[in-house]
Structures are given as structure tokens and as C-alpha cells.
């Protein structure tokens, strides 16, 4: 998307579920949601560029939820979910998946990502208020 800054979460977060070499993170069936392979996700995403400038800030998988959640993601099943891809070896994986859903996040739909906001304190209040939150513009120098 061109009005979004690269480095933000909801932008490296696109990229990653829009990447074939990912296994691990994949749209829902709809497109309107995250699957989520925890131990394949820690493996392939959180650890494996650790050394090599990690695509996030961390190593922890509930440090990468908390940020789902503060860019206003919800869970929004526990349990069995059947993927429309796989996420592991083996064709279509039926296992215990994270499911997340964002209204701003939709295959197909990157024009919504410069509505994913991170929900800081500042942001709750204007958002309770009923008022927009500003769009930070992309860094020329960054694209």
C-alpha cells in the first residue's frame, strides 16, 4: 500500500500473510481473517531472523499478540480450524490455530490497512470521542 509506512506492524504483518515462502500465517477461508500456527510461527517468523534483523521487534509469540491486539485484532475462535492452505507439511492442516480478525485487514483490501491504528492511550480516548485518527504518511526515504 502506498500510504503506509513500510515499517509499521500492519504492513510487515500484509507482507507476511501475503507471502508464499510463509507457512505459518495464512488468510482464514473468507479472507477476512489470520490463521495462526504458534509453534511453526515462532520457528519461521520470530526466531529464524532474530540474527538477521528480525522482521519484528521480539522473540515472544504473546509480545506479537499484543500487538495484533493493540492494532484493535480479536481472537476469534479457539481450537480446531481447517486452513484453506497449508500451514505445515502434508496438505491442508487441521490443528489448533490462532484465528484473528481486524475489519481493516482483508485479502484483497490493502487500501484498509491506513486504518489500523495502534490503540494507545491518546487513540482509546479520541476513538471513545468519536473522533479520526490521524494517518501517518509513508517515509520517502524507506520505500
Not at 1 to 12: D, G, H, I
Not at 107 to 129: G, I, M, Q, S, W
Request: proline share 8%; charged share 20%; with cysteine.
Amino acid at each position: 500500500p502506498v500510504s503506509l509506512n513500510p515499517e509499521a506492524f500492519p504492513a510487515k504483518l500484509w507482507r507476511l500473510v501475503n507471502s508464499p515462502r510463509v507457512r505459518s500465517v495464512r488468510w482464514d477461508a473468507r479472507g477476512q481473517g489470520l490463521l495462526i500456527d504458534e509453534q511453526l510461527f515462532v520457528a519461521e517468523v520470530l526466531e529464524a531472523a532474530a540474527g538477521s534483523g528480525s522482521l519484528f521487534k521480539t522473540k515472544s509469540f504473546t509480545s506479537f499478540i499484543r500487538q495484533l491486539n493493540l492494532y484493535g485484532f480479536q481472537k476469534v475462535s479457539k481450537g480446531l480450524v481447517v486452513a484453506p492452505r497449508p500451514l505445515s507439511e502434508g496438505g491442508r492442516a487441521a490443528g489448533f490455530l490462532h484465528h484473528f480478525h481486524s475489519p481493516h485487514f482483508c485479502r484483497h483490501r490493502p487500501d484498509l490497512l491506513v486504518r489500523l491504528k495502534r490503540l494507545t492511550n491518546t487513540n482509546k480516548v479520541k476513538l471513545a470521542a468519536g473522533l479520526a485518527l490521524p494517518t501517518r504518511p509513508a517515509d520517502p526515504l524507506q520505500q
